[in-house]
C-alpha cells in the first residue's frame, strides 16, 4: 500500500506540473497577441485580396485555402473569392454577436454572425471554425467560438477556457455536499501544410485534483473510484488530459474535403458534440446524467478517425479504444484500436447541425470487462442569434446502450440554454434515463430496469467583463422525479442546488 500511495503521489505532482507547463504553452499565443498593434500584421509575407468592395481578405495562408490545384499567387483585386468563404477579414478580435441585419445569407459558410476567428479556418475542411464542436463533431455555424487569437510564424493559434468554483448540494439520504473546482482549458493551433491544414490540439482539465470519486450528482452513474466499486449518484472527475491529438485535411473543392484525425486522447466519430462543447449546456456546471449515453467517449485512449465533408454534410468512421478511462486520472493510458463508430452529420441551414452515430464498444466497463456494448445516437442543435447581442441555443439528443450481454437502455436530454446582452445566461436541462446500476446494492431490485428523472434550472450573471475575459456567479436548482421502488433510497423530494462563480475566456 504505500508504494502504491507513493506512486499516486507522484502521480499528482506529475500531474499539476503538467497542468502548470501546458498552461503556460497555451497562454503564449495571447502573449504573441500583445506584441502585434496592426490588424493584418499576422498577414506575414502574403499580400492580402480584397473582395468586391475593395475590403482586405485574409491570405491564403492564414485559413482561407484556395481550392485544390488552385495558383498559390495572390490574385488581383479583380478576381472573384469563393463566395462561401467572403466576409471573414482576419484579426485578432473576440467572437461578437452582431445584429441581425449584418448576418450574412443562408448559403455562407462561417461565423457569419460573429467577428472572425484571427486567420483561422476550419480544422477539418473549407468552412469557418465556428462549426466545429469537440473532436470532429459539427455544431451549428451560428455557434459562437469565443477565444484569444495570436500568430507564431506560420501557425495561427487560439486559446480559450473556463473555470467554475462550486458549492454543491445533493439532497436527501444519497446526496452529499463538496466545494470543488471543475473546467477546462484548451489550445488550438493550425498551419498550411502542401495543399492542406496541418492541425494540433491540447485540452486539459483540473478535475483531477477534486478527488478520485468526483463530486456528488444525483443519479448521475458510470466509472470507479477504486477499481472495486462503481460510481454511484457522483460525477466522475475527467482526466486532466482530455485531448492531445492532430489533424490534417485537403480541401477537394470549395466545399468539400477529406481528413485524418487522431488523438491519445481523443474523441471518435460517436455521439453528439460533448457537454462542455455544447453552447446549450456549456453554462450548467452539473455533467448531465445522460453522459454515458451520448458523450462519454470524448476522452478516448487512442483514437483515429477518417472523413469526407460534401458541402452541408459530412460521414466519418472511427478506430477507437472501447474502454473508459481507468481511476488514475493524471496518467495516459496505453492506446488500442479495438472499437469501432461511423457518424454523419448534416448541417442544413446556419443554424441547425443534426448527426446520427452508431459504435461498437469493446468491454467498456472496467468492473465488467465480459460485457460489450452496442451504442446509437442521435441529436439536433438550434442555436440563433437574435436582437442586439442575444443568443438562444437548444440541444434534444437521444441515446441507446444494447449491452451485450445485457439490456437495451435508452436515454433522452433537453437543454437550453438563452444569453442576454452577453452577462445574463438562463440555462435549463431535462433528462430521462432507463437505469440499472443506481440499485445494483439493493438484492431486491437487482436487474430492474427503473426509469430516472431530473430537471436543473438556473443562471449566471456575468458582473466583470473585459475585452478577453468575463467573471460571473451563478446558481441552480435541480428536481427529481423517481419511481416508487427508489424514493426510500432517495426520500420523497431530494431537492439539490449548487451556487458557483466562473471565470470564462472570451
Do not use: C
Request: proline share 8%.
Amino acid at each position: 500500500m504505500s508504494d502504491f500511495a507513493g506512486t499516486n503521489r507522484r502521480s499528482r505532482r506529475f500531474g499539476a506540473l503538467a497542468f502548470s507547463m501546458t498552461l503556460g504553452l497555451l497562454l503564449a499565443p495571447a502573449q504573441a497577441q500583445q506584441q502585434s498593434t496592426e490588424p493584418h500584421d499576422h498577414s506575414q509575407h502574403v499580400a492580402p485580396k480584397e473582395d468586391h468592395s475593395g475590403h482586405a481578405m485574409p491570405p491564403d495562408h492564414s485559413g482561407h485555402q484556395p481550392p485544390a490545384g488552385a495558383k498559390k499567387k495572390a490574385a488581383p483585386a479583380k478576381a472573384k473569392t469563393p463566395a462561401k468563404h467572403s466576409g471573414h477579414p482576419a484579426s485578432h478580435g473576440v467572437m461578437q454577436h452582431a445584429s441581425p441585419g449584418k448576418q450574412p445569407p443562408h448559403g455562407e459558410h462561417g461565423a457569419g454572425a460573429h467577428a472572425d476567428h484571427g486567420g483561422m479556418k476550419g480544422f477539418l475542411g473549407p468552412y469557418s471554425m465556428s462549426r466545429e464542436g469537440s473532436g470532429t463533431s459539427w455544431v451549428p455555424d451560428t455557434t459562437p467560438h469565443e477565444g484569444i487569437h495570436g500568430k507564431i510564424g506560420d501557425w495561427s493559434t487560439m486559446w480559450h477556457g473556463y473555470a467554475n468554483l462550486i458549492y454543491d448540494h445533493q439532497g436527501g439520504p444519497r446526496g452529499g455536499d463538496k466545494t470543488f473546482v471543475n473546467g477546462m482549458i484548451m489550445g488550438m493551433a493550425q498551419r498550411p501544410l502542401g495543399d492542406g491544414t496541418l492541425g494540433v490540439r491540447a485540452m486539459l482539465s483540473p478535475d483531477p485534483f477534486m478527488g478520485k470519486s468526483g463530486y456528488p450528482l444525483l443519479l448521475a452513474s458510470g466509472e470507479t473510484a477504486d477499481g472495486q466499486r462503481h460510481l454511484i449518484d457522483r460525477q466522475h472527475p475527467h482526466d486532466l488530459f482530455m485531448e492531445l491529438a492532430g489533424i490534417y485535411s485537403r480541401n477537394l473543392s470549395a466545399t468539400s474535403s477529406v481528413f485524418v484525425y487522431a488523438g491519445l486522447p481523443g474523441e471518435p466519430a460517436l455521439g453528439p458534440p460533448a457537454f462542455m462543447h455544447r453552447t446549450s449546456g456549456v453554462d450548467n456546471p452539473e455533467a448531465p446524467i445522460t453522459h454515458h449515453w451520448l458523450d462519454s467517449t470524448h476522452i478516448t485512449f487512442g483514437v483515429v478517425t477518417a472523413g469526407l465533408i460534401l458541402d452541408k454534410w459530412k460521414m466519418e468512421a472511427s478506430a477507437f479504444r472501447g474502454r473508459e478511462p481507468d481511476q488514475h486520472r493524471y496518467d495516459i493510458e496505453a492506446p488500442k484500436l479495438d472499437s469501432f463508430s461511423a457518424r454523419l452529420s448534416w448541417n442544413p441551414i446556419r443554424e441547425l447541425s443534426m448527426q446520427v452515430s452508431w459504435g461498437r464498444l469493446n468491454s467498456p466497463e472496467q468492473l465488467a470487462p465480459a460485457v460489450d456494448e452496442d451504442r446509437v445516437t442521435a441529436s439536433a442543435i438550434y442555436t440563433q442569434p437574435f436582437g442586439a447581442d442575444n443568443l438562444w441555443s437548444t440541444t434534444a439528443a437521444w441515446g441507446r446502450k444494447i449491452l451485450r450481454p445485457g439490456a437495451t437502455l435508452d436515454g433522452y436530454m433537453l437543454e437550453s440554454a438563452v444569453v442576454l446582452k452577453k452577462n445574463y445566461t438562463l440555462f435549463a436541462r431535462a433528462e430521462r434515463v432507463a437505469e440499472t446500476e443506481l440499485h445494483e446494492d439493493v438484492p431486491a431490485l437487482d436487474g430492474r430496469i427503473l426509469m430516472v428523472n431530473r430537471l436543473s434550472l438556473g443562471g449566471i450573471y456575468d458582473f466583470y467583463r473585459t475585452d478577453h475575459v468575463k467573471l460571473g456567479i451563478g446558481g441552480l436548482v435541480s428536481k427529481y422525479a423517481l419511481p416508487g421502488e427508489l424514493k426510500p433510497l432517495y426520500g420523497s423530494d431530494p431537492t439539490s442546488a449548487m451556487v458557483f462563480m466562473r471565470l470564462k475566456v472570451i
